[in-house]
Nanobody
Framework: QVQLVESGGGLVQAGGSLRLSCAASGRTSSTYIMAWFRQAPGKEREFVATFNTRGGRTFYADSAKGRFTISEDNAKNMVYLQMNSLKPEDTAIYYC?????????????????????WGQGTQVTVSS
């Protein structure tokens, strides 16, 4: 089993920045694709970004490209989401996700069913 705990959410003004953190514990050696999803009120959970720890490759949703950066600190079993130029429409609960399955390069990288482990989420609110 793998446990994921997010932190770093909060209230920020439009144009500001936040860095979300995801601490992984348990059988982390088995998980090599990490991702961030988000869910706004009344909307379905959507993909934000994903990171392949075996090579450092990344993939972003169009809404995140150029503004968000996903990264990891392998020694600390941490995954980060640096969010810049935040907009009110970025307001959502942000979830960290992980999988040990070989889904890189497939549609599963960007949908919920591709991931086996989830954190509890952290709230991000962007005021206008």
């Amino acid at each position: 089993q793998v446990q994921l705990v997010e932190s770093g959410g909060g209230l920020v003004q439009a144009g500001g920045s936040l860095r979300l953190s995801c601490a992984a514990s348990g059988r982390t050696s088995s998980t090599y694709i990490m991702a961030w999803f988000r869910q706004a009120p009344g909307k379905e959970r959507e993909f934000v970004a994903t990171f392949n720890t075996r090579g450092g490759r990344t993939f972003y949703a169009d809404s995140a490209k150029g503004r968000f950066t996903i990264s990891e600190d392998n020694a600390k079993n941490m995954v980060y989401l640096q969010m810049n130029s935040l907009k009110p429409e970025d307001t959502a609960i942000y979830y960290c996700a992980a999988t040990s399955r070989s889904i890189w390069g497939t549609i599963l990288c960007s949908i919920q069913s591709g991931y086996d482990y989830w954190g509890q989420g952290t709230q991000v609110t962007v005021s206008s």
